[in-house]
């Protein structure tokens, strides 16, 4: 990765397309879910009914989210009461395609969002600046934002890289 700043534009094309076009970020996303999970079992969870907020940074137009926000939902599930209210925001830029996100989470099978007591929404910014209060998300879950860093911020060993091929 180059010390380039990162693009000004460079939203995703709209209308399904990336939802189409994603099958490689999907394999990569299905090798990191055993670490999610694992995440989650370790998320601190206060004792009261106040909601579980869970953000999906870089949601894009949501295919790739499906998996690890059903995951975080179902693992959330086991470890707090089933009519605790779970709160996903999925966190993109503005003109992020978040028509075909809502009509995926309301019509594919795969999808969560018509579960009981779990309820989406989106915010329409970048997540590289603040999106959501101080202290109210339990977990966040991001994959394949690091292209729009405008620099590497830390080497991390073993993660999953083109560049390692």
Do not use: C
Request: charged share 20%; hydrophobic share 40%; glycine share 6%.
């Amino acid at each position: 990765m180059s010390d380039r700043a990162a693009p000004d534009q460079g939203v995703m094309e709209g209308g399904g397309a990336y939802n189409r076009h994603s099958m490689l970020q999907a394999a990569g996303i299905a090798s990191a879910l055993p670490l999610l999970e694992k995440a989650v079992l370790n998320v601190a969870l206060e004792a009261d009914s106040h909601p579980v907020v869970i953000a999906d940074y870089g949601s894009s137009e949501g295919k790739n989210s499906l998996a690890p926000m059903r995951l975080i939902i179902e693992t959330m599930r086991r470890r707090t009461d089933p009519k605790r209210p779970i709160l996903v925001f999925h966190v993109d830029q503005p003109a992020n395609d978040f028509n075909s996100l809502f009509t995926l989470l309301n019509t594919d099978q795969a999808s969560y969002g018509l579960e009981p007591n779990v309820f989406s929404s989106a915010v329409g910014r970048s997540f590289y600046e603040s999106v959501l209060p101080p202290s109210h998300v339990h977990l966040g879950w991001s994959s394949y934002a690091a292209q729009w860093l405008s620099k590497v911020p830390t080497t991390i060993p073993d993660h999953s890289s083109s560049s390692q091929r």
